[in-house]
């Protein structure tokens, strides 16, 4: 009799069964362990963690920051920006990850509260590299006080760059202690109307600074000749403050700087010869101060200057040939600065010039002819001066800068071609060229003509039947449409 073949074995199959369960839980183990371990590594440190609860609650309330974020840099937010420590690989301390960036005050960055207080403590994270306050302390009925922790307390500091920037209700004074920043390249302080005092001589040592701007503060006090030892500056700020005294000699060490902005406060003296030293400048402002005397000998060799800004400065004296080396200027603004004599020649050199401001000065002469060759020229003002003679632009010329051209306040000017006396603020010369003014002038340069209907129509007449009401009130009013 034939044995029929063995079925399975249900003792054999549970003991198959119970045997591959504790084998599959360690694979699971063994895959899962390791994961856990290194969560666990790359977490923040629980008191790097708690001292950025601490600044996130002094400055903003979007949100309750401990119960919605308890893993900030496992799910970092706008704003918010972690970096492993790095390190040697397979090192768990490489892998916890840290704070590098915080931005406040503009979305979709985290918002500032009505009372928030300038934070302190952010600058106890260890490695944070970049710290942004723009437009966040604003309600003038909760100022705060711009205050760093003791000197010795940020001497390990990385941080590199430092914004505090449109905070009105921000007060104190630039800290000293922002001098152990050591690392720091880029720092701003700017458009804090309530930051006031001097600036600190020991912002000379911070060597690695590539940008300063302290500009729209209310500072006060001497610029300091420290600044001459930031000798990796490209870009220096301090307009718009309350700065007095000279512009620092060692103001001509800064080889690398590109941009020198001292304009609108209360600098007297001359400008340092220094300054020709300074051959990477393409910005120079100094506007706006009581800066005398002369330009600097060898300004021309400041070959890549593209904007010259000295309006307002009670200078004296010739306008400097020597600008006319300036191949590479875009704009030179001179107005207001009681310059005399003649406009240089040279000044027709300036092939890539778009704007020339000379307004408000006593020059002299005629206008130089070869200023018609500018090609690039856009806007040219020459008025409230005592200019004389033809004006030497042809049509086309007059044409093209419309509006941005006024030649108004010279009663000795006058324009041989009568098509185009509309707005450019002189009158027609008599009798052919160079023979003096007829009572024609238009535009600005009528302002005789006001009050007088008679005087009104006859303008109206020269204005020519192009004009619309608003440019011929404002014509009549002795004014550009702009």
Known sequence: MARLPKGPNPTAARATTVTMVPASAALLLT????????????????????????VMEAVSSDRDWRVESPDP??????????KPAGGSTGDAAAARMHVTRLDFGVEPNPTCKDAAAFPPEAFSLPHLQSLFFVDCFTNPAATTALALPAPANLSASGLQQLSIRANPALSGTVPPALATLRSLQVLTISQNALVRGGIPPGIGDLTSLVRLDLS???????V???IGQLKSLVGLDLSYNS?????????????????LDLSSNNLTGGVPDTVANLTSLTFLALSNNGLIGHFPPGISGLRNLQYLIMDNNPMGGPLPSELGGLAR????????SGYSGPIPE???????????????????????????????MYHLNLSNNALGGAVPFDGAFLRRLGGNLDLSGNSGLCLDDRSVLRGVGVGACRGGAGGGVTSSATGRGLMAARGSHSQDS??????????????????????APY
């Not at 840099?73 to 972690?82: D, M, Q, S, T, Y």
């Open 346 to 376: 040279a000044f027709g050199q300036l092939s890539s010039l778009t704007t020339l401001s000379l307004q408000d000065n006593n020059l002299t002469g005629p206008i130089p002819a070869a200023l018609s060759r500018l090609g690039r």
């Open 243 to 259: 700065l007095s005294g000279a512009i620092p000699g060692r103001i001509g060490e800064l080889r690398q700087l590109q941009k």
């Open 216 to 222: 729209y503060n209310s500072l006060s006090g001497p």
């Open 458 to 479: 006859l303008l109206l007449g020269l204005l020519g039947p192009a004009c619309v009401a608003v440019s011929c009130l404002f014509a009549l009013n002795g004014h």
């Open 329 to 336: 200027l875009q704009e030179l603004r001179l107005a207001g």
């Open 73 to 82: 840099c496992g799910a970092p937010w706008p704003g918010l920006e972690c």
């Open 224 to 226: 300091p000749s420290q």
């Open 31 to 54: 895959l899962l362990l390791p994961m856990a371990a290194a969560a666990a590594a790359a977490a923040m440190d629980p008191a790097e963690r708690e001292t950025l609860f601490r």
